[in-house]
């Protein structure tokens, strides 16, 4: 016996022994693609040395003796910390995922390549003018002159997924930062999403004028009522009842879900409305978070003067900062820059579809899908003259595409001149308010509200091309229309100097929340879908309810965590409950229903991660709201994943007969609207219990809010999500000015998983007092400290300074990266001389 418990221990210890082997053997490969922020490099491609100075956060200084220098030392940085979201980031715009990741991408490998992003991108490289092309240049070969230097010194192939997946790196190009930004662009994108969503619950509705409930415009002056989907497209009705089965979600796919298609925030006060006599903006703009984020802080020394904030790794940009002179902050401006089109084809030549002139063939291409360990996937690739042809598994658009037709999608970032590179490079380099304004003419897609402050001076000014409807267009651009009609298609795009534009405002106060930001009657809108209705109401009293503003003004205004929606539903929705029940015994659905409403009762709205009341009007909305539409949209009815405040509004106001949504179609009696709360808030109760228990008063909304910083590749691998996730409690909600929209789907409906990736507040009285931070860390690598240093002071709100100061920034340096052009023969011939 002793001899076999002998042999126990030493199998044991041998095992132990050799998997701490193992550990240390990854450990160290993977530890090698770290890099070396202090250290002396000589590189090609630079005409003079280039500092990289980082601070204790991993932010980069980067000095250089001209303007390509820099943009070398930014692309090197951008490499050295976040190389495999770059890699990824491209692959994505090429439809080229399916060569790493197999099977499971290559749908979102086939949208890419129907809607060809990568070679518009590779055609306006051409149109970029003398600087921009200078930049990119410059940027590309600092990517590739750190991927050189990861091959010679063996740096663990340059990040830890490329132990893992193809560790080929292809050299960088200036096509590929005009793709990235045309990747946002598609990340943004909004309308095309609502269009189908629409046209697919008029043809479910029996009732055209319910349609108004649930996807109702904006507050403010209105259109007219709208045909229906089925009298503008002949044979819509055939597809009035079908359901498209397309499968799991496809993987890695840029397309974002409904009403995650962009939001942000941003204002600004001008001198005499704020306290230090100077200028104030703010902005956080809003997208998916993921680890590490999208957002990676920089600053920039250039001939023109220094300019620091945030910047999209690939591309050469500084997309929202400051410099010395001007602040500026962007906002999805939810401008209708898309239609979709149903064309229909020729019944004797299904490669030509129907135009103004008769039958004409649409432009084909065959593209070639490589897919690891499966056969290449074979695409012919079509376009009409409205745009792209997709398939109808993408956008659902099977769901509303009739038999003999086929959709195609007209959208302003699809043009292989697009500029919008030039003028965010322009912009960064402006003095004043009205130059950033000229410059940004040259932006296309994907536009935004521009905020921008100079030390005098505040702004707004819609960016982007915004296309020219006819007066006749049939749907307005609401709904898919024929692409054979003349008045649905585009007639180019609407001069620049339309876009809506408020400079030096009267009140000295102007803001952006993704909310319906000017009323103009069509064609001259801009949208009649918009990102807000909501957060806009509680910002205007926060800047109204001051008389003069300061930088920690606009910090709680940031992070403020109370939801208007939140007050003004709870009143109209509980009018007939609040306190009218009979007594209950202690532990019967009714008492603990009392107690629910006991505690909203006194509730002022504050979505706090500690507080219980959030969960239980979260879960009671979103309750409320599946009893109201389950029975009129059916399936259709999973498509409203969050709770519409405006549909809630008008079904309990009865606003045009909405209260009709209360009674339920399959049920002989007449349903009430209170009773349908009642029975709402009974289900949510129920499913709260389930999930948390019985304790209410011990609920924590941030149990249910987490914010999931996900690894977009490694995050759900059974053992490495512990190691590259970041899995945060926190504040906040769909409504509220600090953001932290939800992931609407079950078994975690409440989960925090788009928001505020970015913030920045700049004080022109005092620039250097400027702060700013991101939601994750600076370094993509899972084994660094930085890869989510900051994320915990995002969490609590705080920021970190933003200094444009070189001394500052030298004095608290924790790593110089140094890099020195090659030694020519011409310097040679010189030193010997």
Known sequence: MLFLFRWLVRVFTGLAVLAAVVLLVGYWFLSRSAPDYDDTLTVDGVTGPVEIVRNTANVPHIFGETDEDVFFGLGFAHAQDRLWQMTLLRRTAQGRLSEIFGSRTARTDELLRRLDLYNLAADSVEVQDADTTAALRAYADGVNAWVSEVNAGALGRGAPEFW?????????????????????????????????????????????????????????????????????????????????????????????????????????????????????????????????????????????????????????????????????????????????????????????????????????RTSIVRIKDAADLTLTLRWTENGPVLPGRHWDLGTITPPGHVASIAWTALSPVDTSMSAALALMKSGSVDEAIEVSEGFMAPSQNLTVVDGETIAMKVIGALPRRRDDHQSKGRLPTPGWIEANRWDGMLPYATNPEFVAPEGGILGNTNNKVIDRPFPMHMSYHWGDTQRVQRWRRLMQGREVHTRESFMEAQLDTVSYTARSLLPLVGAELWFSGEAAPEGTPERLRQRALELLASWNGEMNEHLPEPLIYAAWMRALQDRLINDDLGPLADEFTHVEPLFIERVFRDVGGAAAWCDVQQSAREETCPEMARLALDDALVWITERYGQGLESLRWGNAHEAVHEHPVLGTTPGLGWLVNIRQSTSGGDNTLLRGRTKGTMPDPFLNVHGAGYRGIYDFADPESSVFIISTGQSGHPLSRHYDDLSELWRRGEYIPMTLDPDLARAGATGVTVLLPEETEEDRAAEIE
């Open 164 to 364: 893992l997946f193809s560790p080929e790196i292809a050299p960088w190009t200036p096509a590929d930062s005009l793709a990235i930004i045309k990747l946002l662009g598609l990340q943004l994108s909004a309308h095309v999403t609502e269009e189908v969503l629409r046209a697919r619950v008029s043809l479910a509705l029996d009732d055209d004028a319910r349609l108004e409930d649930i996807m109702p415009e904006a507050p403010g002056n209105g259109i007219a009522a709208l045909p229906s989907y089925a009298s503008l497209v002949p044979g819509a009705e055939a597809v009035r009842h079908a359901s498209l089965d397309t499968g799991p979600e496809p993987a890695l796919s840029p397309l974002a879900p409904r009403g995650f298609g962009g939001a942000s925030n941003a204002w600004a006060a001008a001198p005499d409305r704020a306290a230090t006599g100077g200028t104030l903006l703010a902005n956080d703009p809003h997208l998916g978070f993921t680890a590490p984020a999208i957002w990676y802080l920089a600053r920039v020394e250039l001939e023109s003067g220094g300019v620091i904030g945030g910047t999209v790794p690939g591309m050469p940009i500084v997309l929202v900062g400051r410099s010395d002179r001007i602040g500026w902050g962007l906002t999805s401006s939810y401008a209708d820059d898309q239609d979709v089109h149903i064309e229909r084809l020729n019944p004797e030549n299904s490669s030509e579809v129907l135009t103004p002139d008769g039958f004409k063939p649409m432009r084909t």
